[in-house]
C-alpha cells in the first residue's frame, strides 16, 4: 500500500479513537492537577510495560520516582499505583473501588467506553456470585461429594505411578474434573442421573436470575479453580521436596491425622481409606498444611491485583483518585517485605503457622474481597496432598530425572501467576507407599 493512502488510514483511525475516548484524554490531562507523579510512556500507547513485564515496571518506578504513588496511562485509561500500609487498607476495603470493573482492564476486556456510564458499586456482581456459590458449597454436600475427589486424586495418581510426570500439566485436568465433580456436570452428556442433578443445581443457583448470570457464575467457578489451583498444588510439592524440615512436619502431621480419624481399615485403596475422615476434620485439623498452602501462595500468587473507582473523586494521603481512575496495588509490597515476612525469598510456613497475618497477607484476598473459592480451594488442595503423603513416595526430578535439591524461583511479571520461568520443569517421580494401618 502507497504511503498516500495508508496515512489518511491512520489519521482517520487515530481521530475515530481519539474521538470515542475523548473524556479519557480529558481526564488525563485534567488529572495532571492531583499531586500525584506522572509517568507519561508512550505518545498513543502508555506504559504497556504494566502488560509486558508487570512486576519490574512497579518495583522500578516506585524506586525511581522515590513515591509509594504514582500515575500512568495504557491507551485512554488512567491508573494510579499504589504501595504502602494505607494503600493496601484503602485498597481491599473502600467500598466505591469496583472489583469487576477493574479486571475489565487486567483481563483484556473493554472496559466502559465512557466514564459517566461507569456502574456503582451498588450493582457489582460479587455479592450474587457469593450467594450463588455458597448454595451449592453447603457442607452437606461437599461431604456428599467428597469421596468421589478422593478417588479422582488416587486414580490421577495412580495412573502416573513409576513415571515421571509434569505436575503443572498433569493437575490441569484432574482438577478440573475435581471442580466439574462439584458443579455436578461430570458426566453430564452420558448419564441421565447427571443431567437431573445439574438441572437441580442450575435450578438452585438460579432464583430468578438470568440464564447468562448462572452461566458465568459456573464458568467463573470453574476458571478460578482451573488457574489457580493445579499450580499451587505443584509448587506445593516442590517446595515440600526441597526442604526437609516442613516435608518431616507436614508427613508428621498427616500419620497424626490418619491415626486420629481412620481407625477402620475400609476397603484397599487410599481414598476409600480417606474417605473415613469427617469434612470438618480436613478443615480444621491439618493446621501445618494450611501454612504450607498460605506459604506457597504467598511465594508464588506474584502480580498486582486492580480495581477501579466508580465513586466520586476522593483524597488519599493528599493525593486525589478520580472518579474513572483504574488502581492497581502489587501483592509483593506486602508478600516479598522482610519487615513482614522475615527472609522472605525462602519458603517457611512459620511466617502463618498460629501468627496472625492479616493486614500483610492477600493471597486469598481479604476486606471487603475475601476470595470466595477459598474454602474449596483448601479442601481440594489439602485432599490432594493427603492423597499423595498417605499413598506414595516422592521426588521432584528436573527434565533429566535428577533430583531438585533447591526450588526455583517462580516466573514474575504476570498476573496470578504461579508458573516455573521458561525453561525450568519440574517433573514429580512417584513411588506406591503401603498404608499404615
Ligand atoms: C489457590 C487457589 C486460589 C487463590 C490463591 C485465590 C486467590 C484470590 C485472590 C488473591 C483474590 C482477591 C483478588 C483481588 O482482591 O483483586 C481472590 C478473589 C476471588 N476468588 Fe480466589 N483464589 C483461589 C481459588 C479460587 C476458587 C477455586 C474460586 C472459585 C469459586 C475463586 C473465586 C474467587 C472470586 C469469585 C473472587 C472475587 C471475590 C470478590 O468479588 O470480591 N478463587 N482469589
Not at 517446595?239 to 526437609?244: E, G, K, M, R, V
Not at 506459604?295 to 473523586?313: K, Q
Not at 488442595?381 to 499423595?388: G, N, P, R, S, Y
Request: proline share 5%.
Amino acid at each position: 500500500m502507497e504511503f498516500s493512502t495508508t496515512f489518511p488510514l491512520i489519521l482517520g483511525v487515530l481521530l475515530f479513537f481519539f474521538a470515542r475516548n475523548f473524556q479519557n484524554w480529558n481526564l488525563w490531562r485534567s488529572s495532571r492537577a492531583d499531586n500525584i507523579p506522572h509517568v507519561p510512556g508512550h505518545l498513543l500507547f502508555g506504559s504497556t510495560e504494566y502488560f509486558t513485564r508487570r512486576d519490574d515496571f512497579l518495583e522500578e518506578t516506585f524506586e525511581r520516582l522515590d513515591s509509594s504513588i504514582f500515575r500512568f496511562r495504557v491507551l485512554f485509561y488512567n491508573i494510579v499505583a499504589l504501595r504502602g500500609n494505607a494503600a493496601s487498607t484503602l485498597f481491599f476495603n473502600k467500598k466505591s473501588l469496583s472489583f469487576e470493573a477493574g479486571y475489565r482492564l487486567m483481563h483484556g476486556m473493554a472496559p466502559e467506553p465512557h466514564d459517566v456510564k461507569l456502574k456503582t458499586y451498588s450493582e457489582l456482581a460479587s455479592p450474587t456470585f457469593a450467594k450463588r456459590v455458597s448454595t451449592i458449597l453447603k457442607t452437606e454436600y461437599y461431604e456428599r461429594i467428597f469421596p468421589k475427589i478422593l478417588d479422582i486424586f488416587e486414580e490421577t495418581l495412580k495412573r502416573n505411578a513409576s513415571q515421571s510426570f509434569n505436575a503443572f500439566d498433569t493437575l490441569k485436568p484432574c482438577i478440573v474434573r475435581a471442580v466439574l465433580h462439584i458443579l455436578g456436570s461430570e458426566t453430564i452428556s452420558e448419564s441421565p442421573e447427571s443431567v437431573e442433578k445439574m438441572t437441580n443445581i442450575i435450578g438452585k443457583l438460579s432464583e430468578g436470575d438470568s440464564m447468562t448470570n448462572i452461566i458465568s457464575c459456573l464458568t467463573l467457578f470453574l476458571f478460578a479453580s482451573f488457574v489457580e489451583t493445579p499450580p499451587t498444588i505443584s509448587w506445593i510439592m516442590i517446595y515440600l521436596s526441597t526442604s526437609s524440615e516442613w516435608n518431616e512436619r507436614a508427613n508428621r502431621e498427616v500419620q497424626g491425622f490418619l491415626a486420629s480419624h481412620c481407625s477402620i481399615r475400609q476397603g484397599s485403596s487410599v481414598s476409600q481409606y480417606l474417605a473415613q475422615i469427617p469434612l470438618h476434620a480436613w478443615e480444621t485439623d491439618l493446621p501445618v498444611l494450611d501454612a504450607v498452602i498460605d506459604e506457597t501462595v504467598r511465594l508464588t500468587l506474584i502480580g498486582a491485583v486492580i480495581r477501579r473507582n466508580v465513586g466520586e473523586d476522593f483524597n488519599f494521603e493528599g493525593s486525589t483518585i478520580r472518579h474513572g481512575d483504574f488502581l492497581t496495588y502489587p501483592l509483593a509490597d506486602k508478600h516479598l517485605d522482610p519487615a513482614q515476612f522475615p527472609s522472605p525469598h525462602s519458603f517457611n510456613p512459620g511466617h502463618h503457622l498460629g501468627v496472625d497475618t492479616a493486614n500483610k497477607f492477600w493471597g486469598f484476598g481479604g476486606g471487603r474481597h475475601p476470595c470466595l473459592g477459598k474454602r474449596s480451594a483448601y479442601i481440594i488442595i489439602k485432599a490432594f496432598l493427603v492423597t499423595l503423603l498417605t499413598g506414595y513416595d516422592y521426588t521432584i526430578v528436573d527434565r533429566h530425572g535428577h533430583p531438585l535439591l533447591a526450588p526455583p524461583t517462580p516466573k514474575k511479571n504476570s498476573f496470578h501467576t504461579c508458573e516455573l520461568e521458561a525453561g525450568v520443569t519440574a517433573h514429580v517421580d512417584l513411588a506406591f507407599k503401603v498404608i499404615q494401618e
